[in-house]
């Protein structure tokens, strides 16, 4: 039935036209500036040795390490999703022992959060071929997948606002018990102590994320035929690296303290301050 063919699809001879792409759209998306107060740090039995033996503490660093990202349809509000955000930090603190003398050692925050976002509906499945899915090959479900909403979170390593250790040795009232996946814990090389008394570490935390939910689609869009590069490769002789390294523009922001990357050498003055992206 050549009349139910959608001719609009394809490239015209000139390489121009519309092209019909299957990807995922976004639906909805938000951003977040979080502030976690007091967030427990749990430690390798080496690690709290090193904790009740401190006068005084200080966090090096904090980076993410893992994060469990959850979609759950809300109940009674058709297309709408709640997603549960857990992110594993992986902290370096410093401690003092005594004049002159210091020891690092690292743990584990759990953080959780969770944001309601739109994903729409839909209830149809996508059976595709593949090299195993022949007539007579043993049924897999490897070529079957739905157009269920997917979530994805976008964030950077987190800022710490503030240290402390609380000493629960009354002991301290409700536990700070949080669940750490194999996947994280197995990174210490030992179990990580979850005990209700003795000294504890709390750390602050400040996050920036960007979540979005998207769902599978199929969409017309201008396209281009593809075009040979314009650019020629640049080709030197083996014995002569210097050609290479003339050809490598100047790191000006290197020098003169900017915030900006170093691919923003080459454009256009900017306004006083950093300003990148403006």
């Not at 015209?12 to 299957?22: A, E, K, L």
């Not at 990807?23 to 690690?47: A, K, N």
């Not at 059976?127 to 070529?143: E, K």
């Not at 979005?212 to 014995?239: F, G, H, M, N, W």
Request: some cysteine; glycine content about 8%; charged content about 20%.
């Amino acid at each position: 039935m050549p009349e139910n063919r959608n001719n609009s699809c394809g490239l015209n001879f000139d390489g121009r036209g519309t092209v019909c792409i299957d990807t995922r759209r976004v639906l909805d998306c938000c951003r977040d500036r979080d502030c976690f107060e007091d967030v427990r740090v749990f430690l390798t039995p080496s690690g709290q040795s090193i904790l009740d033996s401190a006068t005084s503490v200080r966090t090096r660093s904090a980076r993410i390490i893992w994060t469990y990202v959850g979609v759950n349809e809300v109940p009674f509000n058709c297309g709408f999703y709640q997603i549960t955000i857990r992110f594993y930090i992986d902290v370096e603190v410093e401690a003092c022992l005594g004049i002159g003398k210091s020891e690092t050692f690292n743990g584990v925050a759990a953080i959780e959060k969770t944001v309601i976002l739109y994903g729409g509906s839909g209830n149809a499945t996508t059976y595709s071929s593949g090299p195993d899915n022949n007539f007579c090959s043993v049924p897999n479900t490897d070529n079957v997948s739905t157009n269920d909403p997917v979530a994805l979170v976008e964030t950077v390593d987190p800022i710490v606002l503030g240290t402390r250790i609380v000493d629960c040795s009354c002991p301290c009232g409700a536990s700070d018990y949080a669940e750490i996946p194999p996947v994280v814990s197995n990174r210490f090389g030992m179990q990580l102590q979850q005990t209700n008394d003795g000294l504890r570490l709390y750390i602050s935390f400040g996050i920036f994320s960007v979540v979005r939910i998207e769902r599978p689609a199929q969409l017309l869009v201008q396209a281009t035929d593809y075009s040979v590069p314009d650019k020629e490769c640049i080709v030197t002789e083996e014995d002569n690296p210097c050609d290479v390294f003339r050809t490598m523009p100047f790191p000006v922001s290197r020098f003169k303290g900017s915030c900006c990357n170093d691919h923003q050498d080459n454009r256009p003055p900017q306004k006083p301050g950093c300003g990148c992206g403006r």
